[in-house]
């Protein structure tokens, strides 16, 4: 199983129809389909990308399978992402995803950065509804991959561990460029 599926499987069971969550980063929008499938019409998807390719591959793929209607996508950096999510979001997400790095098969030059991402990973802990989870994938491969995993190391270090829980999933542990995954749940 990869690692993009294991945090589908972790959420599978826990969104729900009607459901509002977020994908940080919706490249080619495979997370963004699923959460769009799970919260169903009564449900909402909000997600953020700089690269207008993302844009017009994920607005495709969501047209395509009928789902367009529950997603709202903004060409946006998700580190603004409270500009452009309606008012009054705080403690009502259910599920927020943030799978980190470059769009594969694209400009590995456009890669997500510490200084966006960790404000955007602080502002998603506020969004969390009680149980909710946020899912920090992080990948190593490429330029940069190192700094943003050891930037996102010290931001969980600073996480409150009396309201947060965190799960790690290393898939590969003797493998230091494997993925890494953090699943942050809500406890109250
Ligand atoms: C690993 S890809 C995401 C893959 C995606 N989850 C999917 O299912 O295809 C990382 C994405 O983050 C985007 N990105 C980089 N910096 C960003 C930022 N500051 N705000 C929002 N998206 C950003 C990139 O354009 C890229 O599409």
Not at 16 to 45: Q, R, S
Not at 115 to 136: F, H, K, M, W, Y
Not at 162 to 186: N, R
Request: hydrophobic share 40%; with cysteine; glycine share 8%.
């Amino acid at each position: 199983m990869s690692i993009v599926q294991k945090a589908h499987q972790h959420l599978k069971h826990i969104i729900k129809p009607g459901d509002i969550t977020i994908d940080g980063t919706f490249g080619k929008g495979y997370d963004t389909l699923f959460l769009a499938e799970k919260v169903g019409v009564a449900g909402k998807v909000y997600g953020f990308d700089i690269q207008p390719m993302a844009l017009e591959i994920t607005q495709e793929l969501l047209e395509k399978k009928n789902l367009a209607s529950q997603v709202e996508l903004f060409l946006e950096n998700h580190q603004k992402m409270q500009n452009f999510l309606p008012r009054g979001l705080e403690g009502k997400v259910k599920a927020i995803m943030f799978n980190l790095g470059y769009l594969p098969q694209t400009d590995k030059k456009v890669i997500t950065k510490p200084e966006t991402t960790l404000p955007a990973l602080d502002l998603s802990l506020a969004l969390l509804c009680p149980q909710g989870r946020l899912i920090v994938t992080v990948y190593l491969g490429h330029k940069g991959g190192s700094e943003e995993w050891e930037a996102v190391q010290l931001w969980i270090d600073r996480i409150d561990l009396e309201q947060f829980k965190v799960a790690y999933e290393f898939p590969q542990p003797q493998d230091p460029t494997a993925p890494k995954q953090m699943i942050i749940t809500k406890m109250f």
